[in-house]
Nanobody
Framework: QVQLVESGGGSVQAKSSLRLACAASGFTFSRNSMAAWFRQAPGQEREGVAAVRTERNLTVYIRYADSVKGRFTISLDSAKNIVYLQMNSLEPEDTAMYYC?????????????????????WGQGTQVTVSS
């Protein structure tokens, strides 16, 4: 049984930083997989924030939403089997529930890294609130 557990959310002032973590059980991030962070603000659709694809224990690519490029960084700690999202220069517009997502992939197949339907497994979310 796969479980994804997010942590690290909180309430911060604008321009602050937070690091979210997604710990997995029953799933290995570094083996032919994709992992991503999504967010959903009240009344809005869930949107992709950052994604990382790995094959044969190597990072194939990383993708970011335009709204977070240069401020957010996704990374993978293979030893701990944790995916992080480092969020710097936070803005009130970043306020949302942040979700971790993961799925297995077939090597050399194309997937939409920011597509909701791409991911088979989801965490329960961690709240990030940024005040001005």
């Amino acid at each position: 049984q796969v479980q994804l557990v997010e942590s690290g959310g909180g309430s911060v002032q604008a321009k602050s930083s937070l690091r979210l973590a997604c710990a997995a059980s029953g799933f290995t991030f570094s083996r032919n997989s994709m992992a991503a962070w999504f967010r959903q603000a009240p009344g809005q659709e869930r949107e992709g924030v950052a994604a990382v694809r790995t094959e044969r224990n190597l990072t194939v690519y990383i993708r970011y939403a335009d709204s977070v490029k240069g401020r957010f960084t996704i990374s993978l700690d293979s030893a701990k089997n944790i995916v992080y999202l480092q969020m710097n220069s936070l803005e009130p517009e970043d306020t949302a529930m942040y979700y971790c997502a993961a799925t297995l992939v077939r090597p050399d197949w194309a997937y939409d890294p920011m597509g909701l339907r791409t991911y088979a497994y989801w965490g329960q979310g961690t709240q990030v609130t940024v005040s001005s």
